[in-house]
């Protein structure tokens, strides 16, 4: 828009969002009969250009193995929803990504040992002009899992 602009040089300068997403796993109950994983997922969308980025929404595909296994994103960031599979981060109106800043949203998986295995989603920005800008995370969920020894010939 016209405020976002140079007026004085009468030049619209162009944003550059781009988007990247990480995933950090920590194992809760490690070397146990039933531990879990606790993926921790970051997306960052950074605006790396001379003018002002607008953002309509993100919306972050979750793996297929989520929803089979009933697994239900915690702790979302920023007045993110969960639904079919999906996490949506929608903006009436846009947010506006002023040069060189980023704006960081998250949340969290529990992974049970019996959905461990690699996960694998994408998440995807919608400008409000421009094209969308995708990012991908993968990651094994596979905490240590320790077989208690129950009876006197378990360890021959």
């Known amino acids: 828009s016209w405020s976002t602009c140079n007026q004085t040089a009468c030049i619209c300068l162009p944003p550059g ?3 990247s997403k990480s995933v950090v796993e920590s194992c809760i109950d490690e070397g146990t009969q039933n ?4 993926l921790v997922y970051t997306i960052s969308v950074t605006n790396t250009g001379q003018g002002v980025g607008s953002v309509r929404q993100v919306e972050d595909v979750l793996d297929p193995k989520v929803v089979s296994a009933g697994i239900t994103p915690l702790e979302i960031t920023r007045a993110g929803v969960y639904s079919s599979g999906k996490i949506l981060w ?3 109106p846009s947010l ?11 949340y969290k998986l529990s992974i049970l040992k019996e959905n461990f295995g690699v996960y694998s989603n994408t998440v995807i920005l919608t400008p409000e002009s421009g094209d969308t800008i995708q990012a991908n995370a993968t990651i094994e969920a596979d905490c240590a899992v320790t077989v208690p020894q129950t009876g006197i010939f378990d360890s021959t």
């Open 17 to 19: 969002l781009n988007i």
């Open 96 to 106: 506006d990504i002023a040069p060189g800043s980023t704006e960081i949203f998250s």
């Open 90 to 92: 929608s903006f009436i």
């Open 35 to 38: 531990p879990s994983s606790e």
